[in-house]
C-alpha cells in the first residue's frame, strides 16, 4: 500500500472547491468519484477502503452544507412553518381568562329560544 499516493490524492480532493458526491457515491462508485476530479490511480483494495474512509467525512460535510442550504432556501422563500397564531378566542378573551370559559354555550330555553353567552363580558346575547 502507497500512503503517499492516498495522500496526494485527498489532499488534491480536498483543495477542490466543492465535493458533489454523497456518502453512497463514495461507497459504491469510488472510481468515479476519482475520475471526476481527473484522478485514474491504479489501487489494491486495501488502497480503495482507506481512501473510502478518508473521502467519506468529506462526502457527509457536502451532505450537511446542502442540508443547510436547502433549510435556507426554504426560510428565505417563506415555506417554514410559522408559529401558531392565537386563535380569535385566545385574542379576545379578557388577561387572566381561560380560553375555554370564553368560548360561547349555547343552549336551548324552555321556550324553544336559542341562548349563548358573549365571550367578552358573560352576559346573555341574543
Known amino acids: 500500500m502507497d500512503k503517499y499516493k492516498i495522500h496526494k490524492a485527498v489532499e488534491y480532493i480536498r483543495t477542490r ?18 475520475s471526476y476530479f481527473g484522478l485514474h490511480p491504479q ?7 482507506v481512501l473510502r474512509e478518508e473521502l467519506l467525512p468529506l462526502a457527509w460535510g457536502a451532505e450537511e452544507a446542502e442540508i443547510a442550504f436547502l433549510a435556507e432556501e426554504t426560510r428565505l422563500a417563506g415555506l417554514m412553518l410559522r408559529p401558531r397564531v392565537k386563535s380569535r ?3 379576545c378573551a379578557p388577561e387572566g381568562t381561560h380560553v375555554s370559559t370564553c368560548q360561547p354555550v349555547i343552549g336551548v330555553s324552555p321556550g324553544g329560544l336559542r341562548q349563548g353567552v358573549s365571550p367578552f363580558n358573560g352576559e346573555n346575547a341574543p
Open 43 to 49: 489501487l489494491d483494495e486495501e488502497e480503495k477502503q
Open 89 to 91: 378566542e385566545e385574542r
Open 17 to 34: 472547491s466543492a465535493f458533489p458526491f454523497d456518502g453512497m457515491d463514495v461507497e459504491d462508485s469510488l472510481e468515479e468519484v476519482l
